[in-house]
């Protein structure tokens, strides 16, 4: 008699939230239910748009049989034009660059590169599941450090130093954070910075949004404030150019090259094993960082309109509190609930809105909360906080 396919038991701890919740909503909106998606950070499902010298760029490629294969680590003309944009940011002393489908998979990387199975990192906790997921996946031991609701949802920094020991080999940064949307100050980045250089850690600074930045604060990359610490900065096309399904990520490396250059030899090695990141799709990187940027002109107003919406709201809602975003596009609501993945449950089942509860992205014990996408149109956030206020209400008498 057959026996079962035993799967690996590192996929035991693999979990992805924001996808996750999107099985019970599968479920719900076959009874005809209308859904209001507040949960995939995907701008093209909404009512955002790809800028269209960007899509020629790439259609270009495409006719010109730019279809095979590229060099491992990006062609040419897309690596030069990230170096120049991140020089415009103030990073230099730069190692080397490479592209990857989805900034994602630059992370996976660069995790697999570094940290044996029981080595750590500390991933901030609110922070991406991809992490964890990674993590978990690699067999490393979980070290979140803890992000501080009180002080704008800034890294925590007596946590992350009580947070080291003999075996981690890495800070992880989100800025602008996902899920909260924060965009860190030139202190705290200074103070991180202190801690990698005494403890010899690298930096993982994940700046995806950093372009998606509201009311004209300044981001600052953290690579852009010391020139020999080591730090690998993420970025992609993803949110900042409205092509997340083009999965077009990189990773730039800079710092003290005599303490980074065996482990950027390890990560090129597994560049190379993986042949290369979707080829045509690279010539649109040119086009998007050194040609015109007008789309997130109007793509930041509009999110700051509804960014302002989510935080009128949720505001007339006694038990929700909302610390305000200054980039990317989530809103990480605190509430008043004894189980915040309960609480999302029943909100999908009965009001047809989906949020992801704030437990799949880590928070202090103790804490509730849940995300928000602000990205979907006016009206339709309007619908979906009006159907959380009244489903909050029946909510808490209930429970």
Known sequence: MSSIIKPAERTNGVTYAIRDIVVLASEVAKSGKEMLYLNIGDPNIYDHRTPQHIIEATYKAML???NGYSPSSGIPEAL??????AERKGINNINDIFITTGASEAIELCLTALADAGENVLLPTPGYPLYTAIQSKLELIGNPYYMDEDNNWEPDIDDI????????????????????????????LRKIIDIALEYNLIIFADEIYDKLIFEGKKHTAIASLNDEVPVITFSGMSKNYVVPGWRIGWGIAS?????MRTFLDALNKLLRARLCANHPMQYAIPAALDGSQTHLQSLIKTLERRRDITMEKLATIPGISLVKPEGSFYAFASIDV???????????????VVVVPGSGFGQ???????????LPP????????????EFYEKYKRNN
């Open 64 to 66: 010109d049989n730019k």
């Open 338 to 352: 004894d189980d915040d993945m309960k609480f999302s449950a029943e909100l999908i089942k009965e009001t047809g």
């Open 364 to 374: 202090k014990p103790g804490s509730q909360h849940f995300r928000i996408v602000i």
């Open 80 to 85: 030069d034009s990230i170096r120049r944009d």
């Open 255 to 259: 710092g003290d090259v005599s303490r």
């Open 378 to 389: 006016d009206d339709v956030l309007d619908k979906a906080f009006l159907r959380i206020a």
């Open 161 to 188: 130093k009580k947070k080291i020991n003999a075996k981690t080999r890495a800070i992880i940064l989100i800025n602008p954070n996902n899920p909260t949307g924060t965009v860190y100050s030139d202190d705290t």
